[in-house]
């Protein structure tokens, strides 16, 4: 058994996170539950900033809030120092809502509507990602209701692309995101936002992947960046004052996955720009990340009560929950692998081998295939590791089931930060059909 952060298995032979008996939590909450462990989100965001303060680098570390968007997640990373990317209107208004500072918010998404645009500009916000050539003209559009100039940053496609273990470089990439660097749009996109003197062009942005366990492709990212800045420094005189490398820094979710610590991905982002810097002759930038996954991904546990089950002689056991895809939608999408653990039996030995299904309307519906467990009966508490980023989130009404709660805990206390949807939840935006045309 993997136990991350704060996670132990205390005297009663009971998950325990947070210094608090999930058995418990689940009590006290109900399930499915989402249980966050603050410490590792602490201790994840201070390796972070730690790394670059050592290395004496001004950088910003923008917790990428679509991992997992809510108030008290947001003042949390606020509490931590960091800064806060929105992909939506919807984003940038929790954001709002917590009170996060303005001035460290920035704005990504290929398809950022006008009146999305109008609200970052009222509000004044750090800086807006522009995605493509639309987008420009759009904050031109809207470019009245900014207060001063328009802070952007430019999302380029390098032409590297890296997966969990491996990674391609494409001459030409083909991706919705951003402006190609080798087919002439980056040049052509800094060339319209500098003619036009509403925009202050900060600097510029590239995010090769997600679940990354490698330091090769950000390597290699900076290296194409660099080779295109010594070309601008000398034929356009631009020196860009922010490079914006992404996230995607990978977490362990099971056995297979062998991540390295987050302070080695930011060790290597450092060194390789100093080696850059120092070849070109230029002006150290700012560096600045955008860890999702990794801030709050491992710290997150989803407990859930255990229900039927169903043997199906010599192939398979299933062992149903009270929640599924719904609630976590990885596995059914992308064959997301987890670990997990009978909470309330922790100390037990695993004598079964079970797959855990959901209980939602689809054979898909699957969270774990074939994971040893103890003996488990109905009522028994299922944790399932690390559904802290794209769970919640990625939460749907599916078969109007009501999203679940969230509760933080920390240092023996646990605290609701979203409540439970209710029957009433699910119906509030419904209205009846009110028949207009009477039946012949
Ligand atoms: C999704 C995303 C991130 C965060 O990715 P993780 O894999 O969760 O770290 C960061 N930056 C951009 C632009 C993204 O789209």
């Given at each position: 058994m ?6 132990r298995?205390?005297?009663?032979g ?6 608090v008996?999930?058995?418990h939590l689940?009590?006290?909450f ?8 603050v410490?590792?989100i602490?201790?994840?965001a ?15 570390v923008?917790?990428a809030?679509?991992?997992?968007s ?11 120092g960091l800064?806060?990317?929105v ?10 809502k917590?009170g ?15 009146a999305?645009?109008?609200m ?12 493509n ?7 031109k559009?809207?470019?009245?209701h ?16 890296a ?13 919705k995101?951003?402006?190609g660097?080798?087919?002439?749009q ?6 319209r936002?500098?003619?036009?003197d509403r ?10 992947g ?6 090769t ?5 900076i290296?194409?960046l660099?080779?295109?800045?010594k ?16 996230g995607g820094f990978?977490?362990?979710?099971t056995e ?8 080695q991905y930011?060790?290597?982002?450092i ?8 070849l ?5 930038p ?13 710290a997150?546990?989803t407990?859930?009560e ?20 719904s ?21 037990e030995?695993?004598k ?30 299922l944790?399932?590791?690390?559904t ?17 709660a969230?509760?933080f805990?920390?240092d ?15 119906v509030?935006n ?11």
């Amino acid at each position: 058994m993997f136990l991350h952060g704060t996670s132990r298995i205390n005297n009663e032979g009971h998950l325990e996170i947070g210094g608090v008996d999930t058995v418990h939590l689940a009590k006290q909450f109900g399930t499915p539950l989402y249980v966050y462990d603050v410490a590792l989100i602490r201790q994840k965001a201070r390796q972070f900033k730690e790394t670059f303060e050592k290395h004496h680098v001004k950088a910003q570390v923008a917790y990428a809030s679509k991992a997992f968007s809510s108030v008290a997640m947001v003042q949390l990373v606020h509490d931590e120092g960091l800064s806060l990317d929105v992909v939506s209107g919807g984003e940038l208004y929790t954001a709002l809502k917590a009170g996060f500072p303005k001035e460290k918010i920035h704005f990504h998404g290929n398809n950022k509507s006008k009146a999305e645009l109008e609200m970052a500009l009222q509000e004044n916000i750090g800086c807006i990602v522009v995605d493509n050539f639309y987008e420009i003209e759009l904050l031109k559009e809207v470019s009245s209701h900014a207060k001063g100039k328009i802070p952007v940053l430019l999302r380029l496609t390098p032409g590297v692309e890296a997966h969990t273990h491996d990674y391609i470089t494409t001459g030409q990439e083909d991706s919705k995101f951003g402006f190609g660097l080798q087919n002439g749009q980056a040049d052509e996109a800094i060339k319209r936002v500098r003619e036009d003197d509403r925009f202050h062009l900060l600097g510029i942005h590239c995010h090769i992947g997600s679940q990354i366990f490698e330091t090769t492709g950000f390597v290699m990212a900076i290296q194409k960046l660099f080779t295109k800045i010594k070309e601008w420094k000398e034929n356009i005189d631009f020196i860009p004052e922010v490079v914006n490398l992404g996230g995607g820094f990978g977490i362990r979710y099971t056995e297979e996955d062998t991540p390295i610590p987050v302070s080695q991905y930011v060790d290597v982002i450092i060194n390789e720009v100093k080696k850059q810097v120092a070849l070109m002759d230029i002006p150290f930038p700012e560096i600045w990340i955008e860890p999702g996954r990794s801030l709050v991904g491992d710290a997150g546990t989803t407990l859930y009560e255990v229900g039927a089950r169903k043997s199906v002689p010599d192939i398979r056991e299933y062992l149903s929950i009270d929640g599924g895809m719904s609630d976590n939608i990885r596995p059914a999408l992308y064959q997301a692998k987890y670990e997990a653990v009978l909470a309330n039996k922790a100390n037990e030995p695993n004598k079964d081998v079970v797959s855990i299904a959901g209980k939602c309307c689809e054979s898909g519906d699957m969270l774990i295939w074939d994971i040893p467990l103890p003996a488990a009966k109905p009522h028994d508490l299922l944790a399932v590791f690390c559904t802290g980023a794209y769970g919640y989130a990625m939460a749907s009404h599916y078969n109007r089931l009501t999203k679940p709660a969230v509760v933080f805990v920390e240092d023996g206390d646990a605290q609701l930060v979203i409540k439970r949807e209710t029957y009433e939840d699910l119906v509030r935006n419904d209205l009846s059909y009110k028949v207009k045309v009477k039946k012949p």
